[in-house]
C-alpha cells in the first residue's frame, strides 16, 4: 500500500516511466523502503485503473515504445490526504540480518564473527554510495525546498548505515571478549 504514495510522490517532481521510477526510487527510497520493478509497474497499472495517473504512450524509432506517467489531481490529492491523516505508528522493523544474528549462539564464535564483518563490509559499502549520491544531489549540505524530503531520508539512511557498522564492531568485540572468556575457563 505504501508504495502508491511513494510512487505518487515520485510523480509529483515529474512525469516519468516505469523505469526511471524504479531507479528513483533505487536512488531516494532504497534506504527506508524496499520494491523490486515488477511490483512498481503492477503498482502504476493499479493507480491509472483508480484514475491516479495517466499514461501516454511514447513511439521511439530506435527503441522500444515507452509509456511515461503523469500523476493526476487525484493522486496529488490522494497522496496529500495520506500524508496528513496517516496515523504514525512505531517503525515495522523487519530485518533478516538481525533474525540471523538472534541464532548466533547456534554457530561457532568464528563464523558470527565472520558473519558480521561481511556485514559491516556491505554497509560501508552502501554508507560510500549513500555519501557519493549526497555529495552530488546536495553538494556542501545545500538543497532547496522540493528536495527538503530526500534530504532528510538521505541524511537518516546515511545515519542508519552508519549505526550498523558501528554496531558490528560493537558486536564482533561482544563476541571475541566472550570467546575468550570462553577459552580462560577450559
Given at each position: 500500500?505504501?508504495?502508491?504514495?511513494?510512487?505518487?510522490?515520485?510523480?509529483?517532481?515529474?512525469?516519468?516511466?516505469?523505469?526511471?521510477?524504479?531507479?528513483?526510487?533505487?536512488?531516494?527510497?532504497?534506504?527506508?523502503?524496499?520494491?523490486?520493478?515488477?511490483?512498481?509497474?503492477?503498482?502504476?497499472?493499479?493507480?491509472?485503473?483508480?484514475?491516479?495517473?495517466?499514461s501516454?504512450v511514447?513511439?521511439?524509432?530506435?527503441?522500444?515504445?515507452?509509456?511515461?506517467?503523469?500523476?493526476?489531481?487525484?493522486?496529488?490529492?490522494t497522496?496529500?490526504q495520506?500524508?496528513?491523516?496517516?496515523?504514525?505508528?512505531?517503525?515495522?522493523?523487519?530485518?533478516?540480518?538481525?533474525?540471523?544474528?538472534?541464532?548466533?549462539?547456534?554457530i561457532?564464535?568464528?563464523?558470527?564473527?565472520?558473519?558480521?564483518?561481511r556485514?559491516?563490509?556491505?554497509?560501508m559499502?552502501?554508507?560510500?554510495?549513500?555519501?557519493?549520491?549526497?555529495?552530488?544531489h546536495?553538494?556542501?549540505?545545500q538543497?532547496?525546498?522540493?528536495?527538503?524530503?530526500?534530504?532528510?531520508?538521505?541524511?537518516?539512511?546515511k545515519?542508519?548505515?552508519q549505526?550498523w557498522?558501528?554496531?558490528?564492531?560493537?558486536?564482533?568485540?561482544?563476541?571475541?571478549?566472550?570467546?575468550?572468556?570462553?577459552?580462560?575457563?577450559?
Amino acid at each position: 500500500m505504501a508504495l502508491k504514495y511513494a510512487l505518487l510522490g515520485l510523480l509529483t517532481k515529474n512525469e516519468a516511466t516505469g523505469y526511471e521510477l524504479s531507479q528513483q526510487f533505487k536512488e531516494t527510497m532504497i534506504h527506508f523502503w524496499s520494491a523490486h520493478h515488477t511490483q512498481i509497474y503492477r503498482q502504476l497499472v493499479k493507480m491509472e485503473e483508480e484514475g491516479l495517473v495517466s499514461s501516454q504512450v511514447v513511439h521511439q524509432v530506435d527503441y522500444p515504445d515507452k509509456k511515461v506517467y503523469r500523476l493526476e489531481d487525484k493522486g496529488y490529492d490522494t497522496l496529500l490526504q495520506w500524508l496528513l491523516s496517516k496515523e504514525i505508528l512505531p517503525s515495522n522493523l523487519k530485518d533478516d540480518l538481525l533474525l540471523r544474528v538472534s541464532l548466533f549462539q547456534l554457530i561457532p564464535p568464528d563464523e558470527a564473527i565472520a558473519f558480521l564483518e561481511r556485514a559491516k563490509e556491505q554497509h560501508m559499502f552502501g554508507h560510500g554510495l549513500m555519501e557519493k549520491w549526497r555529495d552530488s544531489h546536495f553538494p556542501e549540505g545545500q538543497f532547496n525546498q522540493g528536495d527538503l524530503g530526500e534530504y532528510l531520508t538521505s541524511e537518516f539512511g546515511k545515519r542508519y548505515m552508519q549505526h550498523w557498522i558501528e554496531w558490528c564492531d560493537w558486536a564482533i568485540h561482544v563476541i571475541k571478549r566472550t570467546k575468550e572468556k570462553g577459552s580462560d575457563d577450559e
